[in-house]
């Protein structure tokens, strides 16, 4: 993750003017400007850390606001945190995961933003990571869509990566998905597969969803290089799976239906090269953060 990069710096920025983090009333009337403090961010639960790079991002964030607005620029901070400590560890309940030591004020105004990223992110490498422990040993893997929060898709797929899953696709111009609705309004499968097929740049693959074997064979002649099933109990999804590796054995396979931690190995062990999972973004819960800040002297 680039953290410095003009993408993440407005999503940043936008949670901070959400929170008006450069007109905290509170913090600018009971703080001194010159007083320092150190902040100790602890997991309160075992989980996969995610975000880590989230802190300093927020508080350059935090600083071009506050320069923009005609204030001071912020002074320097230091972010500490153990070597073995990194994005997509396991760490422990009641672990220190990074010690901040900044002005008093940049971290009273700043902590809530910060925790809010760490929280779910982390939230979301930890989901993954279970789903990825789920189908260890199969040939599947783990994918994340777009059912992301708006305006944090990229820190929610950069959280799936640390979670060790992968990204699908990013948003609607990165890869060719032709679902029902697209089928239906383009007059039917062979129809909308064929005409994307002509029309499609160099490289890039077409990818259809399909509910049985039947539109299975329809779309791989139509020239479709990805079929996602969608709408198959696990024996359907793994007697599709047969039948295409056999005759086309070069055409990826992919499901994606209600995939939950108590059906994803089942799913996983058809045989099928990817398994989409809306939930890793949609259903993960916030892991459990805290802040400790004291005032710092140096």
């Known amino acids: 993750m680039d953290w410095k990069s003009r993408k993440v710096a407005a999503v940043l920025e936008a949670a901070l003017a ?17 007083q320092r403090a150190s902040a100790t961010v602890l997991v309160r639960q075992d989980c996969v850390i995610a975000g880590l790079g989230a802190i300093g991002a927020v508080f350059d ?7 923009r607005a005609g204030g001071k620029r912020g002074s320097r901070y230091e972010i500490i945190s153990h070597p073995e400590i990194f994005d997509g560890v396991r760490v422990r309940k009641g672990q220190t995961v990074a010690v901040i030591r900044h002005s008093a004020t940049a971290i009273l105004s700043c902590e809530r933003v910060i925790l809010n990223l760490l929280q779910r992110m982390s939230g979301i ?6 789903f990825v422990d789920a189908t260890e040993g199969t040939h599947a893997q783990v994918l994340d869509t777009r059912k992301t929060m708006p305006g944090l898709r990229l820190l929610d797929k950069y959280a799936v ?5 992968q990204n699908h696709r990013l ?24 005409r994307v097929v002509k029309q499609r740049k160099p490289g890039q693959k077409v990818e259809v969803e399909i509910r ?12 479709a290089d ?8 696990p024996r359907e ?33 058809t045989g099928v090269d990817f398994l989409s999972v809306g939930n890793l973004t949609r259903g993960a819960l916030a892991v459990d953060l805290s802040m400790r800040i004291t005032a710092d002297v140096y």
């Not at 990566?161 to 899953?165: L, M, T």
């Not at 990805?226 to 109990?233: N, S």
């Open 125 to 130: 490498a930890t989901l993954t990571r279970e």
């Open 212 to 223: 049985n074997l039947e539109d299975a064979e329809t779309s791989v002649r139509a020239g």
């Open 161 to 165: 990566c640390c979670g060790g899953g």
């Open 18 to 34: 959400e929170d008006k983090a450069t007109n905290d009333v509170t913090t600018n009337l009971a703080i001194a400007p010159d």
């Open 226 to 233: 990805v079929l996602l099933f969608v709408h198959m109990t």
């Open 61 to 67: 964030a935090f600083a071009s606001l506050q320069t």
């Open 237 to 269: 999804v793994a007697l599709a799976v047969e039948q295409m590796r056999a005759d086309h054995p070069n055409v990826l396979l992919e499901v994606a239906d209600h995939l939950n931690l108590e059906n994803v190995r089942e799913y996983a062990e």
């Open 171 to 194: 948003d609607l111009q990165d890869g060719i998905l032709l679902k029902q609705s697209h089928i239906a309004l383009a007059g039917g499968l062979e129809a909308a597969v064929s």
